[in-house]
């Protein structure tokens, strides 16, 4: 088992940028793709991005590209999302997410992954 642990979330302007982070720990050797995902209140859950615990790959979904970036330590055991460039429509739950296996970006947007965090709260409101 994979424990994940969100944190970074909370309240912002339109156009400001926030890091979110996500430690991991138990059988981390396990779970060798790290991903994020959000959902929005009355929405489905939506792939975010992904991320190998060497970084040889990320996946990006169409929604984030070019204004997310997504990165890790693989020392620390932690990855990162740095989200710029904030709109109302951002606002959502953002959870961590761990995979045993490079399952691709359509899979994962699909299917999601198979260990997940709690979830923090992005909220970008004037």
């Known amino acids: 088992q994979v424990q994940l642990v969100e944190s970074g979330g909370g309240l912002v302007q339109p156009g400001d940028s926030l890091r979110l982070s996500c430690q991991a720990s138990?059988?981390?050797?396990?779970?060798?793709?790290m991903g994020w995902f959000r959902q929005a209140p009355g929405k489905e859950r939506e792939f975010v991005a992904a991320?190998?615990?060497?970084?040889?790959?990320?996946y990006y979904g169409n929604s984030v590209k070019g204004q997310f970036t997504i990165s890790r330590d693989s020392t620390e055991r932690q990855i990162y999302l740095e989200m710029k460039d904030l709109k109302p429509e951002d606002t959502a739950d953002y959870f961590c997410?761990?995979?045993?296996?490079?399952?691709?970006?359509?899979?994962?947007?699909?299917?999601?992954?198979?260990?997940w965090g709690k979830g923090t709260l992005v909220t970008v409101s004037s």
């Open positions: 997410a761990a995979d045993p296996m490079d399952r691709g970006h359509y899979y994962y947007a699909k299917n999601g992954m198979d260990y």
């Open positions: 138990g059988r981390v050797f396990e779970t060798p793709v």
């Open positions: 991320i190998n615990w060497s970084g040889s790959f990320t």
